[in-house]
């Protein structure tokens, strides 16, 4: 099926079977034909098929979406538009949102990734915002041969070394010559990611309150304006058949369909459209990503509530002999189609030609609601837009719990007590998921624009400055897999009360959030099982730290020969400091600086053995040393975390902490190392009381905790700040210059060596495994 | 005194660098379009970091051909004050202002990250206000750092004391692990012989306040206000000439 659409041409009548290879089933073809009133040609058929792809109707998901919380005063824009938009303060709004590029990224690493880049910037930049950070969110399979491979093949893990390798290359390649910085993400590895990777791309970007843009045509005359890269066959079925159907030994076939990214076109894209803007002469505009032409138009169209005609003719066409059904199906990258006021398109197309940039009037808005498309004089497609957009079809897909409950697997074997953990602890640094991710943020620029106050890993989130104004904003992405597989509810909870701790922790108020719900084929019952309790896991915990979700995406059959991947969320989480000098990093920063381990849970009730051992199973510990994914993850306690960001936000306001740093991937013990390898020369010799086994008290990943510095005059401030939060803060120790990092646990020593021994084994590792 | 900051299409530090001498060195400054040869009576002029044209054919081998440097090149043979940073350095290489070439880094992976330069001559429009031997931390983002020249241009370079800049350790010391690039004898920073022309790789607007990791940076961009307060932004050998540019 994979390259069907070269043999197509104009004349073929379309049959149920072809409506078939198109991937629309019998239902579905059986309403295209009662909406045309008769049967469609091939171009219209090309047309419904993407815009009823599971990529672009959203038609499983939708009716689950509408249980995520979206409004807080400050929503400017919510779901369903280019990007979502919160207001900042100051006149401003952030803009912004996550997108997948999953199996491009896969079939072509590099220009998969490096478009899905470019597409998600178009998304911001199409609202009037100028781009100040990309972050992404990256899963593979396994790297190394280490346990948590599961005994994938040296092949194998060789084949993900190159796709990471080319994943990151290509984000390097497209943001670093746009000119955005790529300022954070995550990176985990687990064998179900091995064929088929996932590339999460979010982009931020800052525009005025009242300059901004939707993609709502309006105004019938308007001429509408094709503007960027001339349309080639490249990416055609993109959305419907790479994105919207599950992977097979053929997909390696599906390289055609990969579009090919041009980030020098993209930045004259950018500047072009931004000028244009200015001089208030655009009326709508949208970018030409998934289901390019067909997509931009019909979708501008029904937002509007108007129609639109195009004429192919005038099309910019990198090929000959280009059909219709080719031009309205290409997602050649870099393309743009807005709306101009009548009469004013002549200064636009000036502004995009001072950039050296094609402006083309292909149509023009009309009265009622059909999408028109002309081609040599005839009419070659026409169709209501809102049955393309708004109406496609919507379905509540069946939905079954697993029949074998999860996690029932062989657990983790704890250490007796008093054993030395330090070896294993050393595993650990160097696991690649926890593995310092130098490698690969160097090959980004994350710099440029020089809004950066926390570069990568020197906080808990990316934080940026927000020029001419006193306030930053803070992002984060982050989602586990793991849990959400052993347990979808708990885990997705989990990614939000991450996402707003991580924010937290830098001082700032976690302010809005965006989703990229990453799932298998959702078709199969138990997958939209999952789906269904994530995002009622988000839904809890948004509602509970009250963030609002304004927007994100969804990416379905995510399976290759019959395997779905782990169920994904990944949370994108914005947060704001109104006041950027209370930005605070993960780096203990002074000698003799009080460590302090603060809990939202508070005095904590006595942890039960085997419920430790269940949470620890669970855990990167597990996964990177035993390759034990079992267990339940921890409960998330969201009053907890609330408490604990209220009494962080608190205490970095009063500018009484040093550094924090949320307990997450490798527990507490990687958390405080990660303190110590983000300073200069500072280590710690930490002391904990524990009611749990210490190999759970040192690598155990329950939520709601963060680990904190402070000079010792303000240790009894901070303490009682905690107890007016009503969370737990217990005393670990001081910050020393020392040359031995430790931990004990109750009384004894489970971890002792030298910090620069460990501080090599992390800095180290990722490097050393990518060099093969 | 007036800074000009030349855009060309892709170029992508021309912001940053632009604020840098507004809001923070405090001085005017005025973006140069590419398709001009007017340089708006700008004293010095700086050809931002970015990808010109995409980088395209060979960097900044379009960009060379542009308008604006035809008026930048007259305007550098007449003794005006011109700094190429990053990108802007490669273009100056490829327009024969400055001697040499570029390579692909070493590791041939495009790197960001803080490096240290020692200042290596302190007689010139760039380095007046630093220290011979000062040691500066200001961050590097390129894919093609990995300067190059023939061993002849490299004696020439060193005899007539045309290196600025050169990658260091923190303290000072040059040795090979400090070299982020593989550039040749650690060369972060040439100028040309009549040392009114200079280019870096490191990003001195990235590193010019605290907030930012480090205010290093700014020592370039106050060295050339105070040069220019001093002496003027055309170097007096070249009166004629100069009062002819100035007048346009």
Redesign the interface.
Known sequence: MGTFFLMIDTEIKVTAEIAAEHGLSPEEYARVLKILGREPNITELGIFSVMWSEHCSYKSSRVHLRRLPTKAPQVVQGPGENAGVVDIGDGLCAAFKIESHNHPSYVEPFQGAATGVGGILRDVFTMGARPIAVLDALRFGPVTNAPGAAGASAELTAKNRHILDGVVGGI?FYG????VPTVGGDVAFAPGYSRNPLVNALALGIARRDQLFFARARGAGNPVLYVGAKTGRDGIHGASLLASAEFTEESQQKRPNVQVG????E??LLEACLEAMQIGAIVAIQDMGAAGLTSSSCEMASRGGVGIELDLDRVPQRETGMIPYEMMLSESQERMLLVAERGREREVIEVFAK??LDAIEVGRVTAGEMMRVMWHGELAAEIPAKALAEEAPLYQRPIAPPAAPRGSGKLIELLPEGTNLTGNFARLLAWPAIASKRWI??????????N??A?PGAADAAVL?V?ETNRALALTVDGNGRWCWLAPREGAAAAVAEGARNVACTGAQPWAATNCLNFGNPEKPEVMWEFSECVDGIADACRALEIPITGGNVSFYNDTLGQSIYPTPVLGVLGLLED??RAVGIAFQQEDDAILLLDGAGERARTEARSAQRELSSSEYALALFGIVSGAPPAVDLAGEKRLIEALLALTGDKLLHSAHDISDGGLAVTLAECCFASRGLTADAHIAATEPAEAAVFGERGARAIVSCAPESLARVQEIARQYSIGVADLGRVTRGEDFAIAVNGIRVIQARCEKLRAAWADSLKSVMAG | MKFGVVVFPGSNCDDDTHYVISNVLGQQVEFLWHQSEDLHRADAVILPGGFAFGDYLRIGAIARFSPVMRAVEKFARAGGIVLGICNGFQILLEAGLLPGAMLRNAGLRFRCLPVHIRVEAVDTPFTCAARRGQVLEIPIAHNEGNYFCDAETLAALEGSNQILFRYTTPDGHEDAAANPNGSLANIAGICNRERNVAGLMPHPERASEASLGSADGLVIFKSVAEWFARNGGIARHNGENAAALQAR
Not at chain 1, 176 to 179: K, M, P, T
Not at chain 1, 262 to 265: I, T
């Open positions: 390097a670093n010559c746009f000119g041009d980030p020098f076109l930045k004259l950039w050296g943020f160097e090959q980004y620029d994350h710099m440029v624009r020089t950066t106050l570069w400055r020029k950027a000098s």
